[in-house]
């Protein structure tokens, strides 16, 4: 005659669904570990400050070079944070680029039908891959923005073009510019959750943050230029602007407005990536 069989340990509270519960804060730092174990997030942030405070320091050269052969109206409105508000012109396509790769690297190798067998809330997902990439930007972005300010006014200082972090505004210029770095990494991931494609999303991006802000120039008359103050680039790097120039939104309104459209590109992301595959 068979043993009996032992009795069944008893069930944990919750059932079996509390044993397969992930907390939110499990998958932060999943992705803070997936984030800095990545060799391309370490190359794609040096790129960008590369990029950002060499082109800051050549902007400072240009400037002045050529301050004295400016017109009247050039002269009144320079600002010594001028360089590195034309440097962010290029700058933020790389930092966007690191937001597109976040998420597209894991569609191209597979990873993540893992991840979401892992984490299947995609909502706390995708909200703890955005709070870690703007952790990280944010943090990089302030330390580049204040390395590209140091660096444009010991060239500026040359031509007393130079101005200091106590000047009106220019502190919350600077600190400004690491927010505005995040927010364009924050819309890029949005961006490359919606078409999960690298290439595809870079472009993307590039056409958003820097193509759109070239052809809003040459919009004509006072309707072309509401239009162009309202364009993402545009409104974004109004925080650069120490005091409030007659082409720009008010600084902090410019941000607010980028803020809101990283949001709805969140928004439709998130929209999206609830109802698809993987």
């Not at 400050?49 to 800051?56: H, K, P, Y």
């Not at 937001?99 to 190798?109: D, K, P, Q, R, Y």
């Not at 007659?246 to 949001?263: E, H, I, K, R, V």
Request: some cysteine; glycine content about 10%.
């Amino acid at each position: 005659m068979a043993a009996p069989a032992p009795p069944a340990p008893p069930a944990p509270p919750g059932g079996a669904r509390a044993d397969r519960r992930v907390r939110f804060g499990h998958v932060l730092s999943a992705e803070w570990t997936k984030i800095r174990t990545v060799k391309s997030t370490f190359w794609t942030l040096l790129a960008g400050a590369v990029v950002l405070i060499g082109f800051s320091a050549l902007w400072a050269l240009a400037f002045s070079a050529s301050f004295d052969d400016m017109s009247e109206h050039d002269r009144a409105t320079f600002t010594p944070m001028l360089p590195t508000q034309v440097a962010f012109y290029f700058g933020m396509v790389v930092f966007g680029a690191l937001g597109v790769l976040v998420i597209t690297s894991e569609h191209a190798t597979g990873m993540i039908r893992t991840a979401l067998t892992a984490v299947p809330r995609r909502a706390h997902y995708l909200a703890a891959k955005t709070a870690v990439l703007g952790a990280v930007v944010l943090l990089v972005g302030i330390a580049v923005s204040f390395a590209c300010f140091f660096v444009s006014q010991g060239i500026l200082a040359s031509k007393d073009l130079d101005g200091s972090l106590g000047d009106p505004g220019m502190a919350r210029s600077v600190v400004g510019g690491g927010v505005y770095l995040a927010l364009i990494a924050v819309l890029a991931l949005g961006v490359g959750t919606l078409l999960r494609h690298t290439a595809g999303s870079v472009v993307a991006v590039f056409v958003l943050m820097f193509v759109l802000g070239i052809v809003g120039g040459f919009l004509p008359g006072a309707w072309g230029e509401k239009v162009n103050k309202v364009l993402p680039s545009n409104a974004g790097n109004a925080i650069l602007s120490p005091v409030r120039r007659s082409d720009q939104l008010a600084p902090w309104t410019g941000l607010g407005l980028f803020a809101l459209y990283t949001l709805a590109v969140l928004a439709a992301a998130l929209a999206l990536f609830e109802r698809r595959d993987a």
